[in-house]
């Protein structure tokens, strides 16, 4: 991709640029070899149909249309650094990674060309649709055996289309023996049914195929400012006074003595490890998990809660204490806890 003008702006300049106007392409960029090796992928399973790609503002198939959006900022490496700057992560950076999604996508695509969910066995199989969209929050089953494991968050469990999405994923990738890896799992039968479904349209040309127009997906037509401010809103949750009495424990009041440090001055020493090892154990976003403890530090320095400088017991009990927040995000969308 040839250099262009917005490259060297400061961040603050380059959030007043609207996505539209960076003249993004697909093509000749870096992803351009994973996007042909997604569908050397599908070739060597004998499907015919590559779905088209996009550039879009995040990722999704749109319903109903057999095409795959990728995320504009993974399109440069100048985005790239911002969108790690403003969110802390950037989802897809990785090859890997990249084609986890490119997989699970095209699952989607695939579905809307051949109407595959109008099956009655691909229903009895995954389960009805519906016009209603993926849950953005739902309660997984950490420990069933009847979806596969693919993307993070037990997403398979989240939706039938996205149970469908993740076993296609599984299906398609390089190298993974799928029979050994889920042997014994009830998530086999769907592999078995899906390698089934797959080989009976090998070869053929899609049967729904929906007109594509621009003007129906603009949604790269707003500013950079604009854009991050709606998605970081996506991640912010109140932090309400309910919480004043689990910091109590947690920490002790009183003036700073020799073996105490401000609890507040605790948390921000270790905010960085503390964000780290929550964000592996939970898979949950860093930007939402750096929110949650930038509310605990402020709520900290204001009940004036210290903790004891070196003491093992109660480090523990703090990161036992933030996952805790975190999980219940997962599972409800709130930090917050009901009693």
């Not at 009830?186 to 729904?208: N, Q, V």
Request: proline share 5%.
């Amino acid at each position: 991709m040839e250099p262009a003008e917005w490259v060297n702006l400061s961040d603050d300049e380059l959030m007043e640029k609207h996505i539209s106007r960076l003249g993004l392409k697909l093509e000749g960029s870096e992803l351009e070899p994973l996007i042909r090796q997604l569908y050397d992928e599908l070739s060597q399973k004998g499907m015919t149909f590559h779905p088209p790609c996009h550039i879009g503002d995040e990722w999704f198939v749109p319903v109903g249309i057999p095409a795959i959006f990728i995320p504009f900022f993974l399109v440069h490496e100048r985005l790239r650094k911002l969108e790690h700057k403003m969110i802390l992560e950037v989802e897809g950076e990785t090859p890997e990674w990249f084609m986890r999604l490119m997989r699970h996508e095209a699952a989607h695509a695939y579905a809307y060309a051949f109407q595959l969910h109008r099956k009655k066995k691909w229903q009895q199989t995954f389960g009805l649709t519906s016009t209603e969209e993926t849950p953005q929050f739902y309660r997984p089953r950490p420990y069933s055996r009847s979806y596969v494991m693919h993307l993070d968050d037990w997403y398979a469990q989240s939706h039938p289309e996205e149970d469908f999405a993740e076993t296609f994923a599984v299906w398609l990738t390089p190298g993974l023996d799928w029979r050994e890896r889920y042997r014994g799992w009830k998530a086999l039968h769907k592999l078995e049914y899906l390698d089934e479904l797959m080989r009976s349209i090998a070869g053929r040309a899609p049967t729904h195929l929906v007109e594509y127009r621009v003007a129906n997906h603009d949604c790269l037509n707003v500013k950079l400012k604009t854009y991050y401010t709606r998605k970081r809103k996506l991640y912010e949750d109140s932090y309400p006074d309910f919480y004043d009495n689990d910091l109590r424990q947690l920490f002790d009041t009183g003036p700073e003595l020799t073996d105490r440090l401000k609890a507040s001055a605790y948390l921000r020493q270790h905010r960085r490890q503390l964000m780290n090892s929550v964000c592996q154990w939970t898979n949950e976003n860093k930007y939402g998990i750096n929110k949650l403890l930038a509310r605990l530090i402020d709520r900290c320095d204001e009940l004036d809660l210290h903790i004891k400088a070196d003491d093992a017991p109660q480090h523990l009990q703090v990161s036992a204490y933030v996952t805790t927040l975190v999980m219940n995000h997962l599972f409800t969308g709130k930090f917050k806890r009901t009693k």
